[in-house]
Structure formats: C-alpha cells, structure tokens
C-alpha cells in the first residue's frame, strides 16, 4: 500500500467512526461535569470557602495528590458555583505555565514579564484587589527552583488584605519543603485527595461516555475502569483518554488503546518535568541496581558534568516522593544484607524518557 492510499483509507475510517462523538469537549481534561463526582473530600474544602465568605477570615488550604485524583476540576467546580451564588471572587495560575511568582503575578495583572519589580507587582495585585479573594495556585510543587523561598505565598501569608490561597500539589512533601517563616504564617489546613477507586472511576467514564458518545461502549468500561486502577496510580486521564481512542476506534483492543493513551500522558508528564526531575530519572533509568544512594551518586555526577547545582539530599529524596505521586517511579523498600534499603523502579518504557532527554539536552 502506498503512502497516499493508506491517508485516503485511514481518513474515510476516521471520519466514519467520528459520527459517533457528539461531544468532543468531554474528552478534555479541562472538561468540567455539569455534576461531577461527589467526594468526602470536597466537604472540608466547601466548608473552608463558605467560611471565608461568611467572615473574610482566610483559612489556607494545601490540597495534595496524585495526578488524575480530581483535585483542579473539583476546585474549579467550587470555585463556579460559590463565585455564581455567594459572590466570592477566584483568581487562578497553574504554576506549570508560569512557575516563578514574578511570572505568577504577571500573569495575574495581564502584564508583560519584564519593567517590574515583584514588589512593584505584588503592590499593583493589591490594588486591583481590596475585597476577599481565594487565589488558587496549582501545581504550586511546580515553582521552580529558582524561586526557592516561594515569594508570593509569603506575600499572600502577610498581605493586610487576608486574601487566602488555595494551594493544589502533587508532592505530599511540598508544606516540608517551604522555609519556616513562610510555614508559620501560612499554616495552611492540608487536605488529601485519595486515588479514584475502580467503581468511581467507571462512575466517571460512565458519564462521559453518556455525553459524549452517541452509542457508549458500556461492556468496555468496567475493563477500563480496573486497567487504570491497577497500572496508572488510578489516573482518571488516562481512563478517559483510553475511552476517546475507543469512541474512534470502537474494534480496537482495549489494552491496547489503553497502553496507547498512557504512553500519551507519561509522554506529556515527561515532558513537564524540570531540569532537575528529568535528570533523576535519567540517572535512575542508567544505574544498574537503582538503589536510591547509588541513585543520588550518579545525580551528582551528572549535575556536575552540566554545570547544574545538585539538590542536597533531603531535597532530592523529596523530588523522589513527587515522582513516586506523580506516577513516573515505585519507590521499594529491599532488603540487601541485614539492612533494608529503597530501590527506585521506573514504570514507563526507558525508551520514552530517551526521546524527551534527547530533544533537552542533545
């Protein structure tokens, strides 16, 4: 078959099979339900936002978990209907896109990067906001290292206005690794969103297969629902990515659209990782026992040899438990000797890592 003959069959298969997505937008991960997934979860972070409304008395919230626990689409959830019914004013930045708090606030005030300083844009912010404000920040495990001190949830702490600050984190870890000033003053009420289980997260596709497929896949869910459960840390995107890719390709294997759309998002977690998350891995995917001392050795060979600063390594082992929650390593606790020790296990394919370090760093 020539090249040509293969676009014109695939495109005729494509277009067939897309007649039956009705709605596209549910296989966004910025989708929100209309009614999304009731959690215990979600009570204490309503009862913390009520309160501020009813007082203007903040109450920080530090809200942890792995990736695909539904922490942002629960918060965003929130955010709409106390913003629409009780007035509360939201502001939000993911600290992903924007991961200093210079770049944070710029972002916020619409301004380019560069002419201010941050107490310049941090007094603007103030000015444009002198009534309560929940300012959400997620991925805040995600500020970069250059920001060490994490100015702007200093700021918020101390800031006379009692703005409160909604914090979203994939590192269980992220509150130890703040400077005690910023800690004190913060105080923030942590709240931890557990993994989805089996039968939420087929709860889950079972409403996004209803909107957005015209004829759901219903015999395929539950196998979905334990595929994601079992291998993926039960990342609920994974789950319906793996629905999407059926909706187009309804003959397909399930494992194996299941294998395809999780590749997709390691890819993409790969490719969002720092500097410094990128090149542990690299070093544990190329240590022989992967033994997480001999892990930190090969870090600190490697640092050097890029002219980069390594962590020290309480830093780095914190780095470890965000990789861990995140999905990309299994952290195992051996015994070698009379001694136990952790062994690093990665659980993607080496090769994916290979294609992001190379496109980084030739």
Known sequence: MHIQDYID???IQLTKTSRQIKDANVFDFNYIPQQPLMRQEAKPLIDALLRY??????????????????????????????????GLRFVYANCREHNTSFKILANLLGVRPRGYSLDELWQRFCDGHTGPLVLVLDEVDLISDKDRTRQILYLISRSPRNYMAVLLSNDPHFLS???????????????????????????ILTDRARSGIVRPPK????????????????????AIKTLYYLALEPRSDVREMFEKARR??????????????????KVAASTEMQFVKD????????????????????????????LQSVGLILLLSTKVGRTYTNQIQLLFAAELLDAIWNARYG
């Not at 709409?80 to 009780?86: R, T, W, Y």
């Not at 690794?177 to 709860?203: K, M, N």
């Not at 930190?296 to 309480?314: C, D, I, K, N």
């Open 9 to 11: 069959k695939r495109a």
């Open 53 to 86: 409304a009813t007082t203007g008395i903040a109450n920080h919230l530090l809200i942890s978990g792995s990736r695909g626990s539904g922490k942002t689409l629960m918060v965003k959830y929130i955010s709409k209907l106390l913003q629409n019914d009780h």
């Open 177 to 203: 690794s703040l400077d005690e000033s910023t800690r004190s003053t913060l105080q923030p009420e942590l709240i931890h969103f557990r993994d989805y289980d089996a039968e939420e997260i087929h709860g």
């Open 219 to 238: 015999r395929t869910l539950p196998q979905i629902a334990a595929l994601t459960t079992k291998h993926t840390n039960s990342d609920v995107r994974v």
């Open 264 to 281: 997709d998002i390691v890819r993409e977690m790969l490719s969002g990782l720092n500097d410094r998350n990128l090149m542990i891995l």
């Open 295 to 322: 892990v930190y050795g090969a870090y600190r060979r490697l640092s050097q040899q890029l002219r980069e600063e390594p962590h020290s390594y309480v830093y780095f082992y914190s780095n470890l438990s965000y």
